[in-house]
């Protein structure tokens, strides 16, 4: 059997409980680029670049910590002003162009609409509505068309490098989700001004929800039957930040979080592919909820906020991705990191078990301290 | 519990303008509702303590707090609300995450003190030209990316080289920030959440 596919079987064990050591994955879409000499600015303007810089250094660091199972969240050839952008449907300022050289993207997120446009979108249709009203505001059109193009023509060769270094890809762009409105809403509302309607008009944002998520679900239908059979389209991720337990109340996470996450994962994994739920932030009170997705078919991805020795409790056969944080890999040492992941290990035993960072490794983590990482994983006994 | 301190404790709304408009035109003090809706948000703040309001229900009583506030201004004469005492508050450079910061501003007001909110991405010498405008003793700043420590190091030695360093306590709070960070920056203490802002300003005006 090839690296890829003993990779692939672990995975597939370690979703299913079934591994016996603790499986490794890289996720970092800058950091390798930046330990490698490039600059914020260099990286953004050449993602392609960027991209085998990411590689090369994934494959040493290979050598160095006795392997890397997976990858997870990787550069792919896709500028990161554009990505951001588009996922959060705020204004990203561009480093080496708005800001410093190595300055990360900042991302802008203030009001570019009012609640009294909830309609517009419901009549109009999501699509039409950020076309005309969103995405001229936050975007250049032709930079980002520009760098649209460049990830089309390269992401194909580039998937088949990270296949042939024998690594799996669990966040797979190729494969579409459906996101949770209220994510695009907070940037395009700013989360304050979204909240508010919630406390004033949860049936509106409700209903806006529906509607976004709807005309969303059909659109990842149709691209999910493209990869349906494609065995190396893995998984793809439904990602959480502003609806995380801690940061919303009980009845908002209740109605406009839990209903449209669960639906996207069930859709992931209604088309054979594993749901990566990508939580930051602290998720401890509503983990049990997870327990209603089926068994098997998805990975819980935290970032070291959510407590997981009591979420393994809760969840005793669910695998979990993490968690090292981002301050522990930037401002840490390599013992500290050591440490940390094997506690976890220890705590909450090997099965099920991917080590990972928090969220994604920083670009401003150390290369000792991502080694370190790995190392404990690796080592653990 | 006055109307007031309940409505704001459990996030009403629309009542508890309603209620401050109806009792300021039945010719209440606005320094006792002032004072009330203080006593409001230090609830919210137990009940966030407590795990029964969230991060939402922490911006929405800043929302509610910001308010009554405007409503009541036109009826404060100036010196009426006398202040503890002044806090220049930003997120430092680089960094534009607000969420935090603005619920550490929101209770720092509440709790009797003048904010001066600077924003986010906060550059060094921004946070001395308001220190020295606003004769502030507190700076708090607020940091949840570890690329931005040299931010807040940028920032200390900025208020170190302007000669107001032993004039000025700086506090720093946020997601990544513990007590390495007050040593590697030479800030003077860290907080983990809008409480121990609270108690450390106040501490830092004593
Ligand atoms: C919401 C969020 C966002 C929103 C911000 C919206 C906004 N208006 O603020 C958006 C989506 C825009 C965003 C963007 C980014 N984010 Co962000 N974000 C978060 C998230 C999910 C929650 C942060 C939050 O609001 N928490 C709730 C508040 C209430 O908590 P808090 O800020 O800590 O504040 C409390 C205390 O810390 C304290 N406090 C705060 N300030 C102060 C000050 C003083 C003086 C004191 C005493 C106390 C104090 O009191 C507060 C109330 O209790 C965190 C996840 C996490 N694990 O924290 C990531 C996180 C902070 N983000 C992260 C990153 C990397 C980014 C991006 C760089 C992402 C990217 N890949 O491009 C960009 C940053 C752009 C930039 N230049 O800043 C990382 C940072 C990692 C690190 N430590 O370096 C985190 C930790 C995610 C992760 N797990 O990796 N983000």
């Not at chain 1, 975007?139 to 088949?160: C, G, P, R, V, W």
């Not at chain 2, 009541?72 to 004469?77: N, Q, T």
């Not at chain 2, 503890?84 to 550490?104: M, P, Q, R, S």
Request: charged share 25%; aromatic share 8%; glycine share 8%.
């Amino acid at each position: 059997m090839s690296k890829y596919d003993d990779n692939y079987q672990l995975l597939i064990d370690a979703i299913n409980f079934k591994n016996k050591r603790p499986l490794t994955s890289f996720s970092g879409p800058a950091v390798g680029a930046i330990l490698s000499g490039m600059t914020i600015a260099e990286l953004v303007a050449d993602p392609v670049k960027g991209t085998y810089k990411t590689i090369d250094f994934i494959h040493e660091i290979d050598d160095e910590c006795g392997g890397i199972n997976l990858v997870n969240s990787i550069p792919t050839g896709l500028n990161m002003v554009v990505q951001i952008s588009m996922l959060w449907y705020s204004k990203v300022l561009i480093p080496g162009i708005d800001i410093g050289e190595n300055t990360v993207w900042q991302v802008q997120e203030k009001k570019l609409i009012d609640s009294d446009q909830y309609d517009e979108i419901i009549k109009e249709g999501f699509g039409n509505f950020a076309k005309k009203n969103i995405i001229p505001n936050i975007i250049d059109i032709d930079y980002m068309n520009k760098y649209l193009k460049i990830f089309a023509e390269s992401q194909e060769t580039i998937f088949n490098k990270y296949k042939d270094m024998g690594y799996p890809i669990t966040q797979d762009f190729r494969c579409p989700t459906t996101m949770i409105p209220f994510e695009w809403l907070s940037g395009m509302r700013s989360m304050s001004e979204l909240l508010l309607d919630c406390y004033t008009q949860l049936d509106k944002v409700k209903e806006v929800c529906d509607a976004i998520f709807e005309e969303k679900y059909a659109e990842t239908e149709a691209g999910l039957e493209k990869v349906k059979t494609n065995r190396d389209v893995v998984g793809a991720w439904t990602g959480g930040w502003r609806t995380a337990s801690a940061m919303v109340s009980p009845k908002i996470w209740d109605t406009l979080v839990w209903p449209y996450m669960k639906k996207s994962a069930e859709q992931v994994i209604h088309a054979g592919k594993i749901s990566v739920l990508h939580l930051d932030q602290n998720w401890n009170r509503d983990i049990e909820r997870f327990g209603e997705l089926e068994e098997g078919k998805y990975i819980l991805n935290t970032d070291g906020m959510t407590d997981l020795r009591a979420a393994r409790k809760k969840l005793p056969k669910t695998c979990f991705m993490g968690d090292v944080p981002a301050t522990l890999l930037t401002a840490g040492t390599p013992e500290q990191v050591y440490d940390y992941v094997t506690r976890l290990i220890d705590d909450i035993g090997p099965e099920g078990l991917i080590v990972t960072a928090g969220c994604d490794i920083p670009e401003s983590a150390t290369r000792e301290n991502i080694v370190a990482m790995f190392k404990a994983a690796n080592e653990w006994s | 519990m006055s109307n007031i301190t309940t409505y704001l404790a459990e996030l009403k709304m629309e009542e508890l303008p309603q209620e401050v408009e109806k009792e300021l035109a039945a010719g209440k003090d606005p320094k006792e509702i002032l004072a009330e809706c203080q006593e409001g948000m230090v609830i919210v703040g137990e009940k966030f303590a407590n795990e029964e309001y969230y991060v939402s229900d922490l911006i929405m009583s800043g929302v509610l707090f910001k308010e009554v506030a405007a409503l009541l201004e036109p009826h404060l004469k100036q010196g009426d609300v006398e202040y503890k005492g002044k806090v220049v508050l930003g997120t430092v450079e680089n960094d534009v995450h607000d969420i935090g910061k603005d619920i550490v501003g929101n209770m720092l007001k509440a709790s009797g003190f003048e904010v001066v909110d600077l924003g986010v991405d906060v550059p060094p010498q921004k946070f001395v030209d308001a220190l020295k405008e606003s004769d502030a003793k507190v700076l708090a700043l607020s940091c949840l990316l570890a690329s931005c420590y040299d931010s807040i190091l940028a920032t200390v030695n900025a208020v170190k080289d302007s000669g107001l360093r032993d004039q000025v306590k700086i506090v720093i709070g946020g997601g990544p920030v513990d007590e390495t960070i007050v040593d590697y920056s030479g800030a003077d203490a860290y907080g983990v959440n809008a409480q121990d802002a609270v108690d450390l300003c106040e501490g830092a005006i004593k």
